[in-house]
Every structure is written in structure tokens, then in C-alpha cells.
């Protein structure tokens, strides 16, 4: 089955730091990767979230990569603000199943 | 619309109880998925079901079993608790004629003593 590692396990940064997060997928067929946030006590959401026929993805201070031959995709926080700590989820799942397989998550602190 | 919503917040059992977690969504979604959650180990899949009355089994399946009797349902049942069961334990649901996207429920933090 798939398996996806995401890294580092916590980051922290300073207000206005850019963040970066990693994650790796073992599954060639997968092509959805969705990024999800926790914040402290509630539920995941959905923050964005890339196919494979795409290379990147932007929503204002958020941005999502994909390396298909690399098999790697990466979310890119900038100017990051103390309201972006929260535990960040990715996933990969391959089309027509629904069933993603989630990496450990990333803790990301932001320091005022 | 209340999204995903789940019943209870929370609950203590004793070892050897029995339990039945309720999850609803009023999106009418086709799939609905069962999720636990402990401490670096990320969101686990327990159960799942692509429509109302099938069901099938996830990464850690063992000790819980489910239901789906209606399409907004989806109950996970515990026969016999044990400590390694305390967690926070997350229902999703997705549709068919999106692109994958799963909606969570609030969550239920269960201690099993």
C-alpha cells in the first residue's frame, strides 16, 4: 500500500519566516495531495491541495509543489504569522478511491 | 448545515465496555471514513464505507466494527474497550463529485482506564 513520510516532525520559525514542509509518497499512482491544518484542540480542514497534472499551486501566502518523478511535494507557508501554529497533515490517495494515507504531521511553531 | 458532526465529545470507559461512537453529515456525501488519532502517529484509518450499507476494513481495524444503515450514518462500535483504544477518534465524510477533499468532524477523545 502507499506510504508517506512527511518531515521535519516540529518546526519552528519566527514571525514573518517562511516555513517549508516535506513529504514523499511511495504509491506512482497516487495523484491527490491534499494538506490539511489542525489547529490545537480542533478538527482537521483542508488548506489546499494539488493533482498530478499540476506542478504548483498558490493561495495567497500559501503554496503547494509537486516533484511526480521525485515523488515528493512540499507546502510553502510565507510571512508566516502566529495564527499559521497549528499541526499540518499531509496525504496522498490515488484517483477513484477516496482513501488517503496520511503522513505523522508537522507541528509548526511561529514565534511573535 | 451542520457539516460533520459527532456524538459524544467525550467518554471514559472502563476496560471490558462497550461503546457505539455516532457520526452524521447532512452534505450527502457517498463516503464515509472512521480515524484515530494519538500523539506522532498522525490520522489512522479505521473503518470506511463508499455508500450506505457497505463497510470496509482500514489500516487498524482491529476491536472496532461499524455500521452504515443510513447514507448520513456511520457508527463505530467498541465491544470490549481497552486502554490501547484511548484516543481522539475522528469521522470524515467526501463526496463522489468532488475532488477528494474529506470533511472531519469535530472528534471524540475516548480514555479507556
Known amino acids: 500500500g502507499e506510504n508517506v513520510e512527511q518531515h521535519p516532525s516540529t518546526l519552528s520559525v519566527q514571525e514573518g519566516d517562511s516555513a517549508v514542509i516535506k513529504c514523499t509518497y511511495s504509491d506512482s499512482a497516487s495523484n491527490y495531495f491534499p494538506w490539511y491544518k489542525q489547529e490545537l484542540g480542533k478538527r482537521p480542514q483542508l488548506i489546499i491541495d494539488i493533482r498530478s497534472n499540476v506542478g504548483e499551486k498558490k493561495d495567497q501566502r500559501i503554496a503547494v509543489t509537486l516533484n511526480k518523478t521525485a515523488k515528493h511535494f512540499s507546502l510553502h507557508i510565507t510571512e508566516t504569522q502566529p495564527e499559521d501554529s497549528a499541526v499540518y497533515f499531509c496525504a496522498a490517495s490515488k484517483g477513484g478511491s477516496y482513501i488517503p494515507t496520511f503522513g505523522r504531521g508537522t507541528s509548526l511553531i511561529v514565534h511573535p | 448545515n451542520a457539516g460533520v458532526t459527532q456524538t459524544p465529545k467525550f467518554r471514559v470507559l472502563k476496560t471490558g465496555q462497550s461503546m457505539t461512537l455516532l457520526c452524521a453529515q447532512d452534505m450527502n456525501h457517498e463516503y464515509m471514513y472512521w480515524y484515530r488519532q494519538d500523539p506522532g502517529m498522525g490520522l489512522r484509518l479505521i473503518h470506511y464505507?463508499?455508500?450506505?450499507?457497505?463497510?470496509a476494513k482500514g489500516e487498524v481495524p482491529d476491536g472496532y466494527n461499524v455500521s452504515r444503515l443510513k447514507k448520513q450514518n456511520f457508527l463505530l462500535g467498541l465491544e470490549s474497550a481497552a486502554p490501547s483504544q484511548t484516543s481522539v477518534y475522528f469521522c470524515?465524510?467526501?463526496?463522489?463529485?468532488?475532488?477528494?477533499?474529506?470533511?472531519f468532524g469535530p472528534g471524540t477523545r475516548l480514555t479507556v482506564t
Open positions: 470524515a465524510s467526501s463526496s463522489l463529485s468532488g475532488a477528494g477533499e474529506q470533511y
Open positions: 464505507s463508499v455508500g450506505e450499507g457497505t463497510t
